[in-house]
Each structure stands twice: as structure tokens, then as C-alpha cells.
């Protein structure tokens, strides 16, 4: 079922989310992680994670739903619950009006050298704990706009304890956060920047700031607040 242009075209304005859309979409049990080449456009269909995929934990190194090639594009799709570890990014990738009902593990997880990833749109709600999670090496950048998020841990986390360490950067921007307990998380030694402008968030603190390792221990949170280094806010 795909959306008409001008129905997509209020949702993506706001006065229809593709949230109410999904209730009236078909539902489509994902038994196997799909592999997205190109651009994938879902039409405002709801994926629901099932077999393997629907266990609905919080496990870390869940497979996700959607695995997207360096250079690929996810749209228009709803992942519902249970939805396994979401989306992964092995490159630069582009998400765009993606919605995620129940996080599972992770929203997105984004891995690779020089990658570019870019979330345009869309919104997620319940994440226990992170929403992007951002395990990149060296180079490239997170933009993260137009985006609504809800009962939520940390809407960014640069990776604080993975094996492989690099300065990550994250802009975030004209985003709509309630009932969360911070925006992002970076690493001061590693020398994170987050970019935050534009948002409406409340009294959600916009940093915690990390001393993070490459051992897997758990990262020491050493402060929070924009420091005009590795947090900073206009």
C-alpha cells in the first residue's frame, strides 16, 4: 500500500504522522533481517519483527530488521514492536520519515569509516535506553533533524566502550524530545562534538559528558552541559 502524495505530503508537515498512517497499513512480519541496496521506500507499511527477530528483548548484538548498505536510503516505514535491533548502517546512509513505535535495542546503529549518515524526519518513542547509537570510526558525521523523539534514554550515544575509538561528530537539530532523560552522550577524550540548535527539548539535559575506553568497561560519565568543546548549544 503506498502512501498517496498528498496524504505523505501532511504527514511529513505534521498534521498526519505516519504513525496513524501505519494503523491503517499492512502489517509485514520481518523473519530474517532485509538487506537494503539503493533506496527503500516502505510505502508507510509497518515492519514487526517476527521469529528470530521478534523477540523483543533489550540483548545487546540483536541482528535489526533492516540492514542498509554503505550509501543506501530507508523511507516511509514504520518499524513496529517487537523490532530487534532496528536499523544498522554499515556506511553513509540516509533515514528518512522513519518511524519507530516501541525502540527494541536501538533505533539505528551506525558503523563504519567516513560515514555520513543523515535522519530526516520521522520520530521514535520508549527507548529504554539509547536511540542512535553511533559506533563509527574516524571521519564523517551524524545529522540528526526534524525529528521527534518520547520517553526515551539518550536520543545520541557515541559509542563509549567500543574496541575501535575516533572523534565523533553529531549535529542536532530542530528536534521535539519529551519525557527523556538526556540528548546526547559523548566522549571528552576522544574528542566528540555535538552540535545542538534549534531544538525543543525542555529541561532535558542536552550532554552527558564520558571519559570513554576501547577495554568495554563501562565509560565514567564525568559531567553534563554544553562546555563549548564537546557540547555545544545555540
Not at 528483548?57 to 535491533?85: C, H, K, M, R, Y
Not at 552522550?185 to 564520558?210: E, Q, R
Amino acid at each position: 500500500m503506498l502512501i498517496g502524495a498528498a496524504v505523505l505530503a501532511a504527514a511529513l508537515a505534521g498534521s498526519v504522522s505516519l504513525v496513524s498512517l501505519a494503523s491503517a497499513a499492512t502489517d509485514v512480519k520481518v523473519t530474517k533481517t532485509i538487506q537494503v541496496t539503493g533506496t527503500f521506500d516502505g510505502g508507510g507499511k509497518r515492519y514487526i519483527g517476527s521469529g528470530d527477530l521478534g523477540s523483543g528483548g533489550q540483548a545487546e548484538g540483536q541482528d535489526p530488521l533492516f540492514n542498509l548498505a554503505s550509501g543506501a536510503t530507508i523511507q516511509n516505514v514504520v518499524l513496529g514492536s517487537p523490532a530487534a535491533d532496528g536499523v544498522h548502517c554499515a556506511g553513509s546512509c540516509t533515514i528518512r520519515n522513519v518511524t519507530w513505535q516501541d525502540v527494541g535495542e536501538d533505533a539505528a546503529t551506525f558503523r563504519g569509516n567516513n560515514a555520513t549518515v543523515v535522519i530526516d524526519g520521522g520520530s521514535a518513542a520508549s527507548a529504554s535506553d539509547k536511540v542512535f547509537q553511533d559506533n563509527r570510526g574516524a571521519g564523517g558525521s551524524v545529522t540528526i533533524k526534524n525529528f521527534k523523539v518520547s520517553n526515551f534514554g539518550k536520543l545520541y550515544r557515541s559509542c563509549g566502550n567500543c574496541s575501535t575509538q575516533a572523534a565523533r561528530k553529531v549535529t542536532i537539530q530542530n528536534v521535539t524530545a519529551t519525557s527523556g532523560k538526556v540528548i546526547a552522550g559523548v566522549n571528552t577524550n576522544f574528542g566528540d562534538v555535538a552540535t545542538l540548535k534549534g531544538n525543543n527539548i525542555g529541561s532535558i539535559p542536552t550532554c552527558w559528558l564520558y571519559t570513554g575506553n576501547n577495554t568495554g568497561a563501562e565509560p565514567v560519565k564525568t559531567g553534563s552541559g554544553a562546555n563549548g568543546r564537546n557540547c555545544i548549544v545555540s
